[in-house]
C-alpha cells in the first residue's frame, strides 16, 4: 500500500527558470558554456570594429586597394600613416592643443567644482541656499547655441582657446555629485578639526579631500572626457584651422570625409601620400589612445565614485 507523504504548508515547487534535472540547471556545465559563447560573441562584436581601424592604419597602399577600404590584419604593418600626421601639420598642432586644453581645463574645472561644492555642502555658508538655487536651474534651463555666441563674442574670446574652457568649465550636475559626498563625510571630524585652529581651507584639503579620492578622480575623468571630446564650441568660436583641437580635425577630415593634401601631413620628398584611409583610420586612433590610456589608472575608483549619492541599504 501507497503511503502520500502529506505536504509541507507553504512549501512551493521548484522556482521559475530552475530544473529539477541536474544537467539543466543555471550552474551546470551546459548552461555556463551558453553563457560563455554569447559573451565571447559580444566581446568579438565589440572588438572588431577597433581592430579594423588599428590594422587599417597600418596597412600600406597595396593592402587598403586590395582590400577595398578597411582591411583586418595587415599583412606587412608600417607607421607611415602615423609619421605623416605626427611630424607636422594640422593633426599635430591638433594633438598639442586639445592636450593642452584638456590639461588646463580639467584642472581648472576641479578646482573650481570643489570649492563651489564644500562651500554648498556647508550648512549656513554665505548665500548657501540661492547659489544651490541658481546652480540648479542652471541644469533645468540652458541657454540656446545663440546667446552662447554672442556673450562669448561679447567677451572678446572669439578664435582663443578659453572660448573652449570657460563656458564649461562648471558642470552643475559633477558639482552637485561633489557636494553630495563632501556632506557624507563625518561632521565630527570636520569638528574636531576647526576646534584644533583648522581654516576652511585646510579643512578641505587636508580632512575632506583625502576622504574623497573616489569622487575626485571620477569627476576628473568626467571633465578630461569632456574636454577631450567637445568639437561643438570649436566648430562655432575657432576660425584658424591651426586652432582646431583633436575632434574638430576627426569630424572634419574623417566624418565629413574631406582629403588632407600635402601641406597638412609631413611626407619625405618624393614618397608617396599614404592612402586616405590609413589617415583617416590613424587620425581616428589618435583620438582615442589618450582616453584608454587614462582609464586603467583610474577603473579602481570607478565602483565607488560612480556610486556617490546612491541609496544604502
Known amino acids: 500500500m501507497t503511503t502520500l507523504s502529506p505536504t509541507r504548508p507553504g512549501r512551493r515547487g521548484p522556482r521559475r527558470g530552475y530544473s529539477a534535472i541536474p544537467g539543466e540547471t543555471p550552474g551546470s556545465l551546459p548552461w555556463r558554456s551558453v553563457k560563455s559563447l554569447i559573451l565571447l560573441i559580444c566581446v568579438i562584436l565589440v572588438l572588431l570594429p577597433f581592430v579594423a581601424i588599428v590594422s587599417t592604419s597600418l596597412a600600406d597602399s597595396a593592402e587598403v586597394t586590395k582590400a577595398g577600404g578597411y582591411v583586418l590584419w595587415p599583412d606587412h604593418p608600417t607607421v607611415t600613416a602615423y609619421q605623416a600626421l605626427l611630424n607636422g601639420g594640422i593633426v599635430s598642432k591638433a594633438m598639442l592643443v586639445s592636450v593642452g586644453i584638456t590639461v588646463v581645463g580639467t584642472a581648472l574645472s576641479l578646482v573650481s567644482s570643489i570649492m563651489l561644492a564644500y562651500g554648498l555642502s556647508r550648512p549656513g555658508s554665505f548665500g548657501h541656499k540661492p547659489v544651490l538655487l541658481l546652480l540648479l536651474m542652471s541644469m533645468l534651463f540652458v541657454p540656446g547655441v545663440i546667446p552662447s555666441y554672442l556673450m ?5 574670446l572669439i578664435n582663443s582657446y578659453w572660448s573652449l574652457i570657460l563656458p564649461t568649465m562648471i558642470n552643475a550636475f559633477n558639482v552637485i ?16 578639526a576647526r576646534i584644533d585652529g583648522a581654516s576652511e581651507v585646510n579643512i578641505l584639503t587636508k580632512v575632506v579631500l583625502p576622504l574623497s579620492k573616489a569622487s575626485v578622480a571620477v569627476i576628473g ?13 570649436a566648430l562655432l568660436y575657432i576660425n584658424d584651422a591651426s586652432k582646431w583641437p583633436m575632434q574638430l580635425v576627426l569630424r572634419t577630415y574623417v566624418i565629413n570625409n574631406a582629403q588632407l593634401s600635402g601641406g597638412q601631413v609631413d611626407v619625405a620628398a618624393g614618397a608617396p601620400l599614404p592612402p586616405a584611409q590609413s ?32 541609496v544604502k541599504g
Request: no cysteine.
Open 279 to 310: 589617415l583617416q583610420a590613424a587620425i581616428l586612433v589618435l583620438s582615442i589612445v589618450p582616453i584608454v590610456v587614462i582609464y586603467p589608472f583610474l577603473q579602481r575608483h570607478m565602483n565607488k565614485g560612480v556610486m556617490i549619492g546612491a
Open 152 to 156: 562669448v563674442k561679447q567677451l572678446g
Open 221 to 233: 575623468l568626467f571633465y578630461a572626457v569632456t574636454y577631450w571630446n567637445a568639437f561643438f564650441n
Open 177 to 192: 555629485v561633489l557636494r553630495s559626498f563632501f556632506m557624507s563625510v563625518p561632521q565630527e571630524l570636520i569638528d574636531a
